[in-house]
């Protein structure tokens, strides 16, 4: 009797270091729509199962922020962005958590930018965007908004008349034509918290791509080497198309540029990152990429940093810890922080 259980405990030990032992395969997927662009999922998995478990739970959590960061629609249930937009001047509204705390890390991200990331410019913004689709719809027509136009909406972006109470979770904004746009953040804020999440649940080693704003969790299979991530060529007529090729773990990587949402007035082009100081599209660069941990921190440099001009973007980076940035001039020079050169891929 002893010599049939222990047979069968070592049978069992056998059975639990085969399956402890079995081989990892990387597995690699994707789905659309969530904050309006694809996402790309990579990781290292026992099987192709547990991968679109994975891929499933990143999904679903994705989508929760993407609901409740959305300024242009509404959804039942749903107390997000446009809802708070919509009860303007007249009512605070009740929101999740989720939404307080992203709004608090966009004002403590207007103080560390000198204002130069301002999440209650979505008056001017939203100016720019129809003026934007108008012109793209119809380019022989196409023109730019009147400047007392955008002035007059500046006067509404004092992020002071954004009211959070989060004793009674409301969000309150007291101007009536201020508007909340969170574009600039949200994104990145959102693909770190479901990285966290993942993290929580014992998910590791892989790397999420949404829409562009990279973020590596672990390494690559038993060896644990770094991922590989190219970073985007924003001159379009040349034949490479990255400029370089980094080996990032456990890191962010966001590039913020002129090269996809523009529009032509009179043969120049006009791109959607508007510079708060001067209430047009930004020209010191025409792309910049940010390298740090944390996917919320890396988005919101990426665009205030192409806000600024080069000396205030360095002196901003020199101060922040395990950050490097690359800035790619109009004529497609270059220039990296200390550490960015580390990165790039032997």
Same mark, same amino acid.
């Given at each position: 009797?002893?010599?049939?259980?222990?047979?069968?405990?070592?049978?069992?030990?056998?059975?639990?270091?085969?399956?402890?032992?079995?081989?990892?395969?990387?597995?690699?997927?994707?789905?659309?729509?969530?904050?309006?662009?694809?996402?790309?999922?990579?990781?290292?998995?026992?099987?192709?199962?547990?991968?679109?478990?994975?891929?499933?739970?990143?999904?679903?959590?994705?989508?929760?922020?993407?609901?409740?960061?959305?300024?242009?629609?509404?959804?039942?249930?749903?107390?997000?962005?446009?809802?708070?937009?919509?009860?303007?001047?007249?009512?605070?509204?009740?929101?999740?958590?989720?939404?307080?705390?992203?709004?608090?890390?966009?004002?403590?991200?207007?103080?560390?930018?000198?204002?130069?990331?301002?999440?209650?410019?979505?008056?001017?913004?939203?100016?720019?965007?129809?003026?934007?689709?108008?012109?793209?719809?119809?380019?022989?027509?196409?023109?730019?908004?009147?400047?007392?136009?955008?002035?007059?909406?500046?006067?509404?972006?004092?992020?002071?008349?954004?009211?959070?109470?989060?004793?009674?979770?409301?969000?309150?904004?007291?101007?009536?034509?201020?508007?909340?746009?969170?574009?600039?953040?949200?994104?990145?804020?959102?693909?770190?918290?479901?990285?966290?999440?993942?993290?929580?649940?014992?998910?590791?080693?892989?790397?999420?791509?949404?829409?562009?704003?990279?973020?590596?969790?672990?390494?690559?299979?038993?060896?644990?080497?770094?991922?590989?991530?190219?970073?985007?060529?924003?001159?379009?007529?040349?034949?490479?198309? &990255?400029?370089?090729?980094?080996?990032?773990?456990?890191?962010?990587?966001? &590039?913020?540029?002129?090269?996809?949402?523009?529009?032509?007035?009179?043969?120049?082009?006009?791109?959607?990152?508007?510079?708060?100081?001067?209430?047009?599209?930004?020209?010191?660069?025409?792309?910049?990429?940010?390298?740090?941990?944390? &996917?919320?921190?890396?988005?919101?440099?990426?665009?205030?940093?192409?806000?600024?001009?080069?000396?205030?973007?360095?002196?901003?980076?020199?101060?922040?810890?395990?950050?490097?940035?690359?800035?790619?001039?109009?004529?497609?020079?270059?220039?990296?922080?200390?550490?960015?050169?580390?990165?790039?891929?032997?």
């Amino acid at each position: 009797m002893k010599k049939t259980l222990l047979t069968i405990l070592l049978f069992i030990i056998t059975l639990l270091a085969s399956s402890c032992n079995k081989e990892v395969k990387k597995y690699d997927g994707s789905f659309l729509f969530l904050f309006d662009t694809i996402t790309e999922v990579s990781a290292y998995a026992k099987s192709e199962d547990d991968f679109k478990e994975f891929t499933n739970f990143i999904h679903d959590e994705l989508e929760i922020y993407h609901r409740l960061y959305d300024k242009y629609n509404s959804y039942e249930g749903v107390n997000n962005i446009k809802t708070i937009n919509d009860n303007a001047g007249k009512d605070p509204v009740i929101v999740d958590q989720k939404i307080i705390d992203l709004l608090k890390y966009s004002i403590d991200a207007y103080k560390m930018t000198n204002g130069t990331l301002n999440i209650a410019m979505g008056s001017v913004l939203e100016i720019w965007h129809d003026y934007r689709e108008e012109g793209i719809n119809d380019p022989l027509n196409s023109k730019l908004p009147p400047k007392e136009l955008l002035e007059e909406a500046n006067s509404h972006t004092d992020l002071d008349n954004l009211i959070i109470d989060e004793s009674k979770s409301t969000v309150f904004i007291k101007d009536s034509k201020m508007r909340l746009d969170v574009g600039a953040i949200a994104k990145g804020y959102a693909v770190e918290q479901v990285a966290q999440s993942a993290i929580e649940k014992d998910y590791n080693n892989f790397l999420l791509s949404v829409g562009g704003n990279v973020r590596t969790v672990g390494g690559k299979g038993k060896e644990q080497t770094p991922w590989h991530v190219g970073i985007q060529n924003p001159d379009k007529e040349s034949e490479k198309y &990255s400029l370089f090729t980094l080996a990032l773990k456990d890191l962010s990587l966001v &590039s913020s540029g002129n090269y996809e949402r523009y529009y032509t007035v009179e043969g120049r082009k006009y791109h959607h990152i508007i510079n708060p100081a001067s209430l047009m599209p930004s020209e010191y660069f025409a792309a910049v990429s940010i390298i740090c941990q944390d &996917s919320g921190q890396a988005d919101l440099l990426s665009t205030a940093i192409f806000n600024m001009s080069y000396e205030e973007g360095l002196e901003l980076i020199e101060g922040l810890d395990n950050t490097e940035a690359l800035w790619v001039f109009n004529d497609y020079s270059m220039k990296y922080s200390d550490g960015f050169e580390d990165l790039i891929r032997k």
